[in-house]
């Protein structure tokens, strides 16, 4: 088990920030020119040997943007990443730039895994959001060649009040392309995004124990993005404690859920595992694992395309660049990451919660609602025992 208080699990990595789209909940607020002041792949492999520093077994690598693509030199840096024994994916936009000898050669040099982008189940919703049109078929396109070539495929989603109850035709297209996880986003309120396309804490419940609820009746594996909250309801779930009451959200996208299971012949289908006891820490089919405990600057952080480092990309606080630190002093001395990885300073009914230590709340929309990284979580509904007894 990995002691993130030392090492971070998972390092998010913006090569650049250039990109031909525009997308409406961009948090790069992505220009179509690389920034004049990027990290030279010089400096990118001395970014790779800091990583080293840490220690076997390295932290997963994800090399995103912008567009990834973008960079002339991104293959260079992915293949030195690779070589060194560091588990590397790559989440890149869908484009014309993402052609199939591209896709074939990310395997070549080691990629573990790709993700790609959908938020939506047809055009309209989802190039709606991407800000350019053919981005649905483009990226429909990306995965089948990713799946001709042999390559790991993982589905990224952002949850907004427009697609969430578009979110089971997701799940479908995820399932007829058998990939390895889907990543499930939950809108955080900065760069382009703004605060009214983010769905109710209601919302948040309901969409996060549908989630759990695809996990266990279904053969795709599911994870939640700065929605921390996931991990309470499978434990809860799993351990047949779970007592909140659902709204009308859930109800509807439970009840697709089964239409979808029927088309496609999954009715009785049922995982025996327990989802904490069993998801987290285990290898999926790619040898990437996940890990619970992790929020923004607890187990993982973000290095920007001009070196600067933040405790994830949508908590915009700069803690040190890798020009004038090594990323294991940051991560180790930094103030706010010292604030950050541990779980009893965190203020409001998430300090109360008993499962500070297994989620701890979305620590970037606490930010971006409050203006205090350490505040409670603004879309979480459950109000911890501790709260609950006092009461009485």
Same mark, same amino acid.
Not at 145 to 170: C, E
Not at 184 to 212: H, N
């Given at each position: 088990?990995?002691?993130?208080?030392?090492?971070?699990? /998972?390092?998010?990595?913006?090569?650049?920030?250039?990109?031909?789209?525009?997308?409406?909940?961009?948090?790069?607020?992505?220009?179509?020119?690389?920034?004049?002041?990027?990290?030279?792949?010089?400096?990118?492999?001395?970014?790779?040997?800091?990583?080293?520093?840490?220690?076997?077994?390295?932290?997963?690598?994800?090399?995103?943007?912008?567009?990834?693509?973008?960079?002339?030199?991104?293959?260079?840096?992915?293949?030195?990443?690779?070589?060194?024994?560091?588990?590397?994916?790559?989440?890149?936009?869908?484009?014309?730039?993402?052609?199939?000898?591209?896709?074939?050669?990310?395997?070549?040099?080691?990629?573990?895994?790709?993700?790609?982008?959908?938020?939506?189940?047809?055009?309209?919703?989802?190039?709606?959001?991407?800000?350019?049109?053919?981005?649905?078929?483009?990226?429909?396109?990306?995965?089948?060649?990713?799946?001709?070539?042999? /390559?790991?495929?993982?589905?990224?989603?952002?949850?907004?009040?427009?697609?969430?109850?578009?979110?089971?035709?997701?799940?479908?297209?995820?399932?007829?392309?058998?990939?390895?996880?889907?990543?499930?986003?939950?809108?955080?309120?900065?760069?382009?995004?703004?605060?009214?396309?983010?769905?109710?804490?209601?919302?948040?419940?309901?969409?996060?124990?549908?989630?759990?609820?695809?996990?266990?009746?279904?053969?795709?594996?599911?994870?939640?993005?700065?929605?921390?909250?996931?991990?309470?309801?499978?434990?809860?779930?799993?351990?047949? /404690?779970?007592?909140?009451?659902?709204?009308?959200?859930?109800?509807?996208?439970?009840?697709?859920?089964?239409?979808?299971?029927?088309?496609?012949?999954?009715?009785?289908?049922?995982?025996?595992?327990?989802?904490?006891?069993?998801?987290?820490?285990?290898?999926?089919?790619?040898?990437?694992?996940?890990?619970?405990?992790?929020?923004?600057?607890?187990?993982?952080?973000?290095?920007?395309?001009?070196?600067?480092?933040?405790?994830?990309?949508?908590?915009?606080?700069?803690?040190?660049?890798?020009?004038?630190?090594?990323?294991?002093?940051?991560?180790?001395?930094?103030? /706010?990451?010292?604030?950050?990885?541990?779980?009893?300073?965190?203020?409001?009914?998430?300090?109360?919660?008993?499962?500070?230590?297994?989620?701890?709340?979305?620590?970037?929309?606490?930010?971006?609602?409050?203006?205090?990284?350490?505040?409670?979580?603004?879309?979480?509904?459950?109000?911890?025992?501790?709260?609950?007894?006092?009461?009485?």
């Amino acid at each position: 088990m990995i002691d993130l208080t030392k090492k971070p699990f /998972i390092i998010f990595w913006e090569v650049t920030r250039a990109c031909l789209l525009a997308c409406k909940h961009c948090r790069a607020k992505a220009q179509t020119k690389p920034h004049p002041d990027e990290l030279t792949t010089e400096e990118a492999f001395r970014v790779v040997d800091q990583i080293l520093e840490f220690g076997q077994p390295y932290p997963l690598l994800i090399i995103t943007g912008g567009d990834p693509l973008m960079r002339k030199d991104l293959f260079e840096i992915l293949e030195y990443a690779a070589s060194k024994g560091i588990r590397v994916a790559i989440a890149f936009s869908g484009t014309k730039l993402a052609t199939k000898d591209k896709v074939e050669k990310m395997k070549e040099v080691g990629v573990a895994r790709i993700a790609i982008s959908l938020d939506g189940s047809n055009s309209e919703i989802h190039d709606y959001f991407r800000g350019k049109t053919g981005t649905f078929e483009t990226s429909l396109r990306i995965l089948k060649d990713a799946r001709d070539v042999g /390559i790991s495929r993982q589905i990224n989603t952002t949850v907004t009040t427009f697609n969430i109850l578009d979110l089971p035709n997701i799940m479908k297209i995820c399932l007829e392309n058998e990939v390895t996880l889907w990543d499930v986003f939950f809108v955080v309120p900065t760069g382009r995004a703004k605060a009214d396309i983010m769905p109710s804490a209601q919302e948040f419940e309901d969409v996060l124990c549908w989630l759990y609820d695809v996990s266990k009746e279904t053969p795709l594996n599911v994870k939640s993005s700065a929605a921390c909250h996931l991990r309470r309801i499978e434990y809860m779930r799993d351990h047949g /404690i779970y007592d909140l009451k659902l709204g009308e959200t859930y109800f509807k996208l439970k009840e697709m859920l089964e239409e979808i299971k029927r088309e496609l012949g999954l009715d009785n289908y049922k995982k025996d595992k327990k989802i904490v006891a069993g998801a987290h820490g285990r290898s999926l089919a790619d040898g990437i694992r996940r890990m619970t405990g992790i929020t923004d600057g607890r187990g993982m952080f973000f290095i920007s395309h001009i070196g600067e480092v933040y405790p994830s990309g949508f908590l915009p606080i700069v803690a040190g660049n890798v020009r004038e630190q090594t990323l294991k002093e940051i991560y180790m001395n930094s103030p /706010i990451f010292r604030d950050l990885k541990d779980p009893n300073k965190l203020k409001g009914k998430c300090g109360k919660c008993e499962y500070r230590f297994i989620c701890g709340g979305s620590r970037a929309r606490a930010y971006a609602m409050t203006g205090d990284y350490l505040a409670a979580e603004p879309r979480c509904i459950y109000v911890p025992k501790a709260l609950r007894e006092r009461v009485k």
